[in-house]
C-alpha cells in the first residue's frame, strides 16, 4: 500500500514502517479481544501509517468517537487513539461512564504526546481511575508522499500566533529530532522567521541528548531550511493554478484522498449486474484500502502511486487540458489497434498489454470527469473576477487605496471568507495597510457583516494579517528583486517556477530557489531582512573524541560531492501550499539544480483552511 | 463448390494399373451424363496411375476436375478426382487413410489379380460421404477453421473489456471540450507598474 513512498534518497517507507511499527507494539501489549476508538482528526493520519491489515490480522474493528458510542459486550479492552485536546476528554469521559462494565480496560493513546492537561481533565472529571494505561504514540511527521511529510495539524499558525501555544512548534522540534534519528544528522541549517527560530533553538536543545547524531556520519540530508509561513502571508492566500491545488480548494483533499459525489463517475466495478442495473450506479464494492469504509461516494486516492496523477498534479491546470486531450487520443489509437487484422502471436501481445491499458483508460477518465468539474467552477464569473482582483494586487496596483472590487463585494455581502481573504492579500502586497485604509475596511465590514466581524479582524491582526504600514515595503522591493511576478507568463511547459499562479512564483519558493545559488542568502541579505523574524544559519557538525571537540571545517567537504544530488528539506512552519509543493518539484527536476528536495509541513493548506482555522475561534 | 467424384484403388501391375474398388457421387450431374462421366472417370484414373512412379504422390488438372493420385511403394495406389477448390492436403492424407485402411482389410495376395467384384472393401463410399466436407474430417482443416473462429471470440471479448467502464466516445467528447477552453489565467489588463516610492 505504501510503495509510492519509496522512491527517493530519503526513503520515507521507514518513516511509515516506524511509525506502524509503534502501534503494532502497543497494540500486542494490550491482551485480550479489543477495539479502537478514533477521533475524527486521526482517522486520516492513521490511514497515511497503517494497513488496514494490522488491525484485521489482530481481529480489531475501528470506530469513529462520536458521542453516543455504545461499544459491543465482547470487547475487554477499548483503545483510545485521539490528538490531546481537551474537550475530547468530555467525550471519553462520557463514554467510559455509559460502558463501564466488569473486566473492561480502557487505554489512551495520545498522538502525539500524553497530555498532562487532558489527564488533569480527567482527574476532575473523576473517570481518571478507569484508565488502565496513557500511552502516547510519537508520530509527528507523517508521510504523505515520498517527498511530503506532514504533522497534520491544521491550527498549527492560529494556535502559535493567535493563543500563544507553542506546542506546535516544540512538536516540530521533536519531529525534527525523530527524522534525524532515521536519516542521520543535517549538517547544514537555514532559516527565517521567529516561529522558525524557536523550532530550531528546540530542535538543537533536544538533539545534544543524541548521541548518535554526532558520533556517525553525516545523513541523507545535506541542508535543512526552516521557513516561518508569517514571512510569505500572501502565497497561501492566493488562488493556486495548479491542477492539485485546484482540486484542494474545491474539493478538499484529504490525506490523499479525493471523496466525490458518484454520479460524476461510470460505475467501474467488476459486477456487471450493479452496473446494468441504475445508471449512475456508485462505487458500492468493497474498497480493501479504506479503514472505515463509506460506500455512498467514490473516493479516489491521490497520490504518486498512480503515474498519471504524478504527470498532472503539479502542472498549470491549461496545460493539464492539453495532456489529458492527448492522453485520451492515445489510448484510443491503442484500441483501435485491436480492430485490424491480428495474428495470434499480436492478440497475445495485446492481451498482455491489456491490464496496463485498462488501468490507463480508468485512470483517464477519473481524471477527466475530475477536470471537467474543475473547469466548470473556473468558468464561473466570481472566479475569474476574484482573480483578476489577486493579480491586480499582486502586481501592486493602486495597493494603497481600498479596491473598487472589494468594495463591491462587501456591498453585496458575499462570502466573508473571500472578502477577508481578498483584504488580507491587499495588505499582504501592500505590506501593510495605511491607517485610514484599515479603519475603512473595517467599518464597511461592521455594517455589513455585524460587529461580530471585528473579532474576527482582531484574530486576523494579531496574527499578522492585517498590520499597519510600517518603513520598509518588503513585498513591492523583493517583487522587484526576486522577480516574484513575471511579464512573459508561460502556463504550458514552463521554464519558471512563476507558473503555479500563472505569474507569480511563491515568495518562499524563490527564497529556497535562491539559496541552491553557490552564495545563497548572501545576496539577499538586505532584502531578506525586510521580512519579519530572524535570518539565521547554523551548523551541526560531527565530533569526535572523547573531549567533544568539532571536526573543523567539516562542511564543504561534506557537501562537496558534485556528482550527488543535495538533499534539502524544507520546513515550513505553518502550513504550504500544493502550488508551494509544486514550485519545489519543478525547481528539483531540473538538471542544473542538481537538487533534491524534502518538504516538511505542519499541513498543507489552501486559502480557505487557512482563513477558516484563522477565522474560529 | 468443394465436392469429391470419386475415391478408387487400383493395384499398379507391371504393364497396367487394376481397378481393385472404386465409388462414386455424381448426384451433381444429369441422369444422363452419369454413366458417361462414371466411364470417363474411372480412365482417367487407371491412366494417371499408370503414368504416376510409386512412391509418388501427383494432382493433375483434368478440365474442371482435379485428379489426385498417390501410388505407394507396394504398388497399391488411390486416386481420387475433385474439384479444383477441394484442398489438396485433405485429399491426398484421404488417399493415404483409404489405403491404409485397405491394406488392413485386404490382404496382399488378393491385390494382383482382384476385381472390383472379388475383393471384399466397404469403406469407400462411406470415405467418399464423410470427405465430402473436407472441414469437418480432416483435423488440420478443422483446427484452423476452429482457430479462425477462436480469434473472432477472442476480438469480440476483447472488445468487451476494452468496452468497460467509460465510454471512450465520451471520454473523447469531454477531453476535447476541456481543451479547447483553455483561456490563460493571467487576467489582468494592467501593467505591471512600478509602485510608489520605496526606500
Avoid at chain 1, 217 to 236: E, M, N, S, V
Wanted: net charge neutral.
Amino acid at each position: 500500500m505504501f510503495p509510492y513512498l519509496r522512491s527517493q534518497r530519503v526513503n520515507l517507507q521507514l518513516l511509515q514502517e516506524t511509525s506502524a511499527r509503534e502501534l503494532e507494539q502497543h497494540l500486542d501489549s494490550i491482551e485480550g479481544i479489543k477495539v479502537i476508538v478514533l477521533d475524527e482528526a486521526m482517522i486520516g493520519p492513521l490511514g497515511l501509517v497503517t494497513k488496514p491489515k494490522i488491525f484485521t490480522d489482530r481481529g480489531i474493528k475501528l470506530i469513529a468517537l462520536k458521542p453516543d458510542l455504545r461499544s459491543p459486550k465482547e470487547v475487554q479492552n477499548i483503545v483510545y487513539i485521539v490528538r490531546p485536546q481537551v474537550k475530547l476528554m468530555d467525550q471519553l469521559a462520557a463514554h467510559v461512564r455509559n460502558n463501564n462494565q466488569a473486566g473492561r480496560q480502557f487505554h489512551i493513546f495520545f498522538v502525539p504526546r500524553r497530555s498532562c492537561l487532558c489527564i488533569k481533565h480527567l482527574e476532575n472529571l473523576d473517570v481518571v481511575n478507569t484508565f488502565m494505561h496513557f500511552g502516547e504514540l510519537t508520530w509527528n511527521f507523517l508521510p504523505l508522499d515520498s517527498d511530503v511529510v506532514s504533522m497534520e495539524m491544521p491550527n498549527a499558525y492560529r494556535d502559535v500566533s493567535i493563543e500563544g501555544d507553542t506546542t506546535a512548534l516544540y512538536q516540530a522540534a521533536v519531529g525534527l529530532v525523530q527524522l534525524q534519528r532515521l536519516y542521520g544528522r543535517i549538517p547544514k541549517i537555514y532559516g527565517k522567521g521567529v516561529m522558525a527560530q524557536f523550532v530550531w533553538d528546540h530542535a538543537k536543545q533536544l538533539a545534544i541528548d543524541e548521541k548518535s547524531l554526532y558520533n556517525g556520519d553525516k545523513g541523507a540530508i545535506d541542508q535543512l531550511i526552516l521557513l516561518d509561513r508569517g514571512i510569505d502571508l500572501l502565497t497561501p492566500l492566493a488562488t493556486q493554478l495548479t491542477y492539485e491545488g485546484l482540486i484542494d480548494e474545491f474539493y478538499g483533499i484529504r490525506q490523499n484522498q479525493l471523496t466525490l459525489p458518484g454520479e460524476h463517475f461510470p460505475a467501474y466495478y467488476t459486477n456487471p449486474v450493479a452496473a446494468s442495473g441504475s445508471s449512475g450506479s456508485t462505487a458500492g464494492a468493497e474498497d480493501p484500502e479504506r479503514l472505515i469504509s463509506d460506500s455512498d461516494r467514490k473516493t479516489i486516492f491521490l497520490h504518486s502511486g498512480e503515474p498519471l496523477y504524478g504527470e498532472l498534479r503539479n502542472k498549470n491546470f491549461n496545460e493539464v487540458r492539453m495532456l489529458l486531450a492527448r492522453k485520451v487520443k492515445d489510448i484510443q489509437a491503442q484500441m483501435n489497434v485491436n480492430r485490424q487484422e491480428q495474428t495470434v502471436q499480436e492478440i497475445k501481445n495485446f492481451v498482455d498489454r491489456l491490464p496496463q491499458l485498462m488501468e490507463q483508460k480508468k485512470a483517464t477518465s477519473e481524471h477527466t470527469a475530475i477536470a471537467g468539474l474543475i473547469d466548470e467552477r473556473i468558468n464561473l464569473y466570481s472566479f475569474n473576477d476574484d482573480l483578476a482582483a489577486e493579480q491586480e494586487f499582486m502586481i501592486c496596483a493602486d495597493i494603497d487605496r481600498p479596491s473598487a472590487y472589494i468594495e463591491d463585494q462587501i456591498a453585496r455581502r458575499s462570502d466573508l471568507r473571500n472578502v477577508l481573504r481578498l483584504i488580507c492579500l491587499q495588505c499582504a502586497a501592500a505590506s501593510g495597510f495605511k491607517e485610514r485604509v484599515l479603519n475603512y475596511y473595517k467599518r464597511e465590514l461592521a455594517q455589513v457583516y455585524g460587529l461580530e466581524v471585528l473579532l474576527t479582524i482582531s484574530h486576523l491582526e494579531k496574527a499578522g494579517l492585517l498590520r499597519a504600514q510600517t518603513e520598509s515595503r518588503a513585498y513591492a522591493v523583493l517583487r522587484k528583486t526576486l522577480h516574484l511576478t513575471v511579464d512573459d507568463s508561460v502556463e504550458v511547459n514552463p521554464k519558471d517556477i512563476s507558473y503555479v499562479h500563472s505569474f507569480y512564483a511563491p515568495l518562499t519558493a524563490r527564497l529556497v530557489e535562491h539559496s541552491l545559488k553557490p552564495l545563497g542568502w548572501q545576496t539577499l541579505k538586505s532584502q531578506i531582512n525586510n521580512l519579519p523574524g530572524p535570518t539565521f544559519e547554523d551548523f551541526q557538525v560531527q565530533l569526535i573524541g572523547i573531549g567533544g571537540r568539532h571536526a573543523g571545517g567539516a562542511t564543504p567537504s561534506e557537501t562537496s560531492l558534485l556528482h550527488a544530488r543535495r538533499v534539502v528539506l524544507v520546513v515550513f512552519v505553518g502550513g504550504c501550499t500544493f502550488a508551494e509543493i509544486a514550485a519545489l518539484r519543478f525547481l528539483a527536476a531540473q538538471e542544473d539544480n542538481n537538487v533534491e528536495f524534502v518538504i516538511a509541513t505542519t499541513k498543507v493548506i489552501n486559502k480557505h483552511s487557512f482563513l477558516d482555522s484563522l477565522m474560529s475561534s | 463448390m468443394v465436392r469429391l467424384f470419386t475415391l478408387s484403388v487400383f493395384f499398379k501391375g507391371a504393364s497396367e494399373a487394376r481397378l481393385l474398388k472404386t465409388t462414386s457421387d455424381l448426384q451433381s450431374f444429369s441422369f444422363f451424363q452419369r454413366g458417361t462421366v462414371n466411364e470417363f472417370m474411372t480412365f482417367a484414373s487407371k491412366t494417371i496411375v499408370e503414368r504416376t512412379q510409386p512412391a509418388l504422390r501427383q494432382s493433375v488438372k483434368q478440365d474442371a476436375y482435379m485428379c489426385h493420385v498417390y501410388v505407394r511403394a507396394d504398388n497399391l495406389a488411390g486416386v481420387l478426382i475433385a474439384d479444383h477448390e477441394y484442398p489438396h492436403r485433405v485429399a491426398h492424407t484421404l488417399i493415404t487413410k483409404i489405403l491404409d485402411d485397405f491394406t488392413a482389410k485386404v490382404s496382399a495376395d488378393q491385390w494382383q489379380n482382384g476385381t472390383d467384384s472379388s475383393i471384399a472393401f466397404d469403406s469407400l463410399p462411406a470415405f467418399l460421404t464423410k470427405y465430402q466436407d473436407p472441414k469437418e474430417a480432416d483435423p488440420l482443416t478443422k483446427m484452423q477453421t476452429d482457430l479462425d473462429e477462436t480469434k473472432i471470440i477472442l476480438k469480440n471479448t476483447i472488445e468487451s473489456v476494452l468496452e468497460r467502464g467509460e465510454k471512450l466516445e465520451d471520454m473523447v467528447t469531454k477531453s476535447e471540450q476541456l481543451s479547447m477552453q483553455s483561456k490563460a489565467f493571467y487576467k489582468t489588463a494592467k501593467k505591471t507598474n512600478s509602485c510608489c516610492s520605496f526606500t
